[in-house]
Nanobody
Framework: QVQLVESGGGLVQTGGSLRLSCAAS????????MGWFRQVPGKEREFVAA????????LYRDSVKGRFTISRDNSENTVYLQMNSLKPEDTAVYYC?????????????????WGQGTQVTVSS
């Protein structure tokens, strides 16, 4: 398993941008597919984006396509989520997650390592 620590959350106005970072420990980071999920109190956690271990494939939920970009730097053991044109409905706790499965795309249930989460609040 890898240990994950998110950062970069905060308060932003509608239309603003934030970049989330997720630092991973472990020498096998480059073999993991990485994902971002989010959760609002009282609702189930939902998938946001994922990136293949090589960085060559990405996947997004429909509501963030064209606004969010997931990327990774395997030399820095870090995955990023660039969020632009933020909307109040993007407000949530955002979690970074990792999975060692070697198929694509991974299912949400495949992600077994999770960070502690970072709060993103978008004001209207």
């Amino acid at each position: 398993q890898v240990q994950l620590v998110e950062s970069g959350g905060g308060l932003v106005q509608t239309g603003g941008s934030l970049r989330l970072s997720c630092a991973a420990s472990g020498r096998t980071f480059s073999s993991y597919a990485m994902g971002w999920f989010r959760q609002v109190p009282g609702k189930e956690r939902e998938f946001v984006a994922a990136i293949k271990w090589s960085g060559g494939n990405t996947l997004y939920r429909d509501s963030v396509k064209g606004r969010f970009t997931i990327s990774r730097d395997n030399s820095e053991n870090t995955v990023y989520l660039q969020m632009n044109s933020l909307k109040p409905e993007d407000t949530a706790v955002y979690y970074c997650a990792a999975t060692p499965v070697n198929w694509w795309p991974p299912q949400p249930s495949n992600f077994g390592s999770w960070g502690q989460g970072t709060q993103v609040t978008v004001s209207s």
